[in-house]
């Protein structure tokens, strides 16, 4: 447990090395990079063999900070937080690996990298209100830097766009977060504390602090209708940000409904409900539509993520244990797969064949010249529809049977939503990879390789994320003894049982 | 003015003493050195001289102590004193560090005597407990500041500008002093405790309004707050860099720790309720047209014009819950003026390097200078109120002593809300700096830009100073 705050000190500690690294070489920063998110992951592990499962955050470390205001300097993790923490680590290697060419500017781009994996980590391990908070706009201002400079398509445009909604969403955060502390006496940030005064709050006052709550960091998950900073957001940025962003970065917004806003206001929890559901449900639905009719590569999985992440949401929606257990371990199920499709479509096709429309795709035999990558992509694409032996699986059948126990009809509708998922999971990997073999491709040059052999830090990186999903699919109580005791917390259990004792 | 003693007075004004004497020999030194002397070296000198009188004025100051009023009330020494006073000469120090283009201006040494006249100025305005004092202390600091904005005669702007802050201010002391006179009508006295006593125990009268109005008029004028701050643009744009970063920073710092005090201290809060409204408006207003119009600029400088306005808005939302502890509201203004006068440095280095005006001239300045870049990122993003930035905290720690005063039902919870809904407009204009900085490529013929060694030194104090009071708040917020 104690080395979890190395994590962050790890990250930020490292961005500050990359940023004098590159003022060296390229390759040095690359591996400052690599070494600080592999000792994030190491410490991570770590703390994962010595943790005991139980309710309630174990106090990682707690330190005054700001008297005149209450905040601590407090750190803390339960199974949910320790899932996320080891799912940032998973996401955070992999996407340094997968951003191994990058040329220009590299110790910044990592500097930066490094700095959002510092606030992500940070934010998973704040058990004080503001301590979260300010790890969560840490990570807001460097994802306009990673898009703009090193992104692709309407990058300015997408990162401008991405950053205005996320740093949005942490107005209406910050406004419901100020609003909670001063009616509660302006004494504490301490979670605990909010909480127990939150309970004496005129009910009108709780359904508004939970909706100024619970939308800010919905922003962030993607719920619809306020998810179209995702998908172009997503496509604009390079491969490892693309990664990070719906791998890691969406979870910070779930999150944050999770932590903060559920179990302050259970109550209104129970009054948003429906709205909350319904919302979900159709990011499921209509995100799963416009996937299957994008014509970039990108863009199918752009949705996809924000299809996934209506899952995420729905399951906390519902709010029953099954549900919400189902949901975090979405979250990590997720943050893999979305990583790996994101490191195919970006990295192993877009930066050879430099084009990501599907049209164009079509006409080239994949398979053939990438193997690796068809072999990959069809692997995550397994695993992004939810078949058995992937963790997908396990996340989604736990969030439905969780929902049917709230509502059947939202379940049902969610469903559908797999159907869609795979309808265009498949449509993507028939033409991405499995394009016309026609005679033009028969006499593609050489019929070798016309593009660069896959590199060690890809295949690398493939294999560290299909392991992480494959694992969890096959043994998913390794989370799930994680997370299910965290939920038995008596913050959690309010939440999940919507107010009533 | 019982028990009247000169050694505490000596005591009280030797910081304004040190800036004052500091100030005649930077202009003696520069009048009695021979004309054969290179300009380059007078200037050497008075720098260093200003750099020494300021030193020695924040060693008095914290001589000076906390121990309540002195020399018959005329001077405050508390804690908002002390912090103020050394806030301004860390400022005006950073100010005089970072004006590098002083081999523009043909006077170095007058203008260093008039920013330490300018610096005397605010310190008095930080330690004045009484109107007329008060007044005398914001006519010094205006007065420089008014030559300080006009002082390049190369330039048509500054005079433009000279002159627009000068009509301005002066029709807003006149407002002030009309709204002194009016207090001083009706209570009586001019010392801020006595007003007070006296307002306490009277009915609310239209006069106190009228009064009152004029009064924060004035301020609105000092603060730059809407609907009076048609002055600053025009200034910030045509001023020499140093004399705006002057009054971006320093000037507002002093404006507010004066006016916190003249409010809560000297009107009272028994009568709170005739004006606290009249400040929410211009609160309101400024958030909203500072915010807004900033959107729709091209020129750095009136970027940060408006920038300032919109800063003023939540700066005015300080004072008006600065009753319990003024803290917070000069932790913000501190900082926003460490971000402000870091800004203006950087203006200050282009401006040596080429033009400087418009927002595109920064493009590339990651390849130009990583080192001004770099820190450029740190003061916009305070200035955004991004953590772990003071910036942030300032705002943070004002919110959320607005919502704490009164909750959403209070009107300062509501500008606490539109503030932080406007802040999230700001993040735009404040990124379209940074595009150019770090994202844009650098024009052709760009060259390296070189940083004198002193400005050097001073943007890095600024950049740091940025980041650890962010971290540790407590620093300025428990000096309260």
Sequence with gaps: MNALPWTILFSFAGAILALDAGTRSAALARRVGLVATLAGLAAALLAATRFTPGPGMQTILDLPWIPQLGARCHLAADGISLTLVLLTGIAATAGVLFSWNIEERTGEFFALYLTLIGGVYGVFLSADAFLLFVFYEIAIVPKYFLIAIWGSTNREYGAMKLVLYSFAGSALVLGGMLWVFAAAGGKSFALADLAAAAARFPKNDQLAMFGLLFLGFAVLAGLFPFHTWAPTGHVAAPTAASMLLAGVVMKLGAYGCLRVAMPLFPEALAWWQPAIAWLAIAGILYAGLVALVQDDFKFVIGYSSVSHMGFVLLGLAAATPQAVGGAVLQMFSHGVIAGLLFAVAGRIVYDRTHTRRLEALQAMPLHRLLPFGAVVFVLAGMASMGMPGFSGFPAELAILIGTWKASPIWALFAAAGILVAAAFTLRVVQISFFGRTTAAADSAPGDGLPFAPVTWPEKAGAVLLLASTLLIGLRPDLLLDWINPALQSPLMQAALKGGQP | ?480
């Design chain 2, 1 to 480: 003015m019982n028990g009247v003693s000169y050694v505490e007075l000596w005591r009280a004004l030797l910081p304004e003493g040190c800036l004052t004497l500091g100030a005649l020999l930077v202009l003696a030194i520069d009048l009695a050195a021979p004309a054969s002397r290179p300009a380059a070296a007078r200037r050497g000198a008075a720098t260093a001289l200003a750099l020494m009188a300021l030193a020695a004025s924040a060693w008095a100051t914290v001589r000076a102590g906390t121990d309540g009023a002195a020399f018959g009330g005329v001077f405050a020494l508390d804690r908002l004193t002390l912090v103020t006073r050394l806030g301004v000469i860390g400022l005006a120090l950073l100010t005089v560090a970072l004006a590098g283009n002083l081999s523009r201006l043909a006077n170095a040494a007058e203008y260093l005597a008039l920013i330490l006249f300018a610096t005397a100025g605010f310190t008095l305005m930080a330690a004045s407990n009484q109107l007329l004092l008060a007044f005398l202390a914001l006519e010094l600091a205006s007065l420089s500041l008014y030559v300080l904005a006009g002082f390049d005669k190369t330039r048509p702007e500054s005079a433009e500008a000279g002159l627009k802050y000068f009509l301005f201010g002066g029709v807003s002391a006149a407002f002030m002093l009309f709204g002194f006179s009016l207090l001083y009508g009706l209570t009586g006295s001019i010392a801020f405790p006595e007003i007070a006593r006296q307002l306490a125990a009277q009915p609310p009268s239209a006069l106190l309004v009228v009064a009152l109005v004029m009064v924060l008029v004035a301020f609105g004028f000092k603060a730059a707050a809407a609907p009076f701050h048609l002055w600053a643009p025009d200034v910030y744009e045509g001023a020499p860099v140093g004399s705006a970063a002057l009054i971006a920073s320093a000037s507002k710092l002093a404006g507010v720790a004066f006016f916190a005090r003249l409010l809560w201290a000297g009107i009272g809060a028994p009568v709170a309720a005739t004006w606290l409204p009249v400040l929410a408006i211009l609160a309101a207003a400024s958030l909203v047209l500072g915010n807004v119009a900033a959107l729709a600029q091209s020129n750095v400088r009136r970027l940060l014009a408006y920038s300032a306005i919109s800063h003023a808005g939540a700066l005015l939302l300080g004072v008006m819950v600065a009753g319990r502890s003024p803290g917070s509201v000069v932790y913000y203004a501190v900082t926003y003026g460490l971000a402000t006068v870091g800004a203006f440095g950087v203006i200050a280095a282009l401006e040596a390097a080429g033009p400087s005006q418009r927002i595109e001239d920064l493009a590339g300045l990651h390849r130009r200078s990583p080192f001004l870049a770099g820190c450029l990122a740190i003061y916009i993003l305070s200035l955004a109120g991004i953590p772990p930035l003071a910036g942030f905290l300032g705002k943070f720690a004002v919110f959320a002593d607005a919502l704490r005063a009164g909750g959403l039902t209070g009107p300062t919870g509501w500008l606490a809300f539109l503030a932080i809904a406007m802040g999230a407009v700001g993040l735009y204009y404040y990124l379209l700096i940074l595009k150019q900085a770090f994202v844009a490529a650098p024009k052709n013929g760009a060259a390296k830009i070189f940083i004198p060694p002193a400005a050097r030194l001073a943007l890095g104090v600024a950049a740091v100073a940025i980041i650890v009071f962010g971290v540790a708040p407590g620093l300025i917020l428990g000096a309260f």
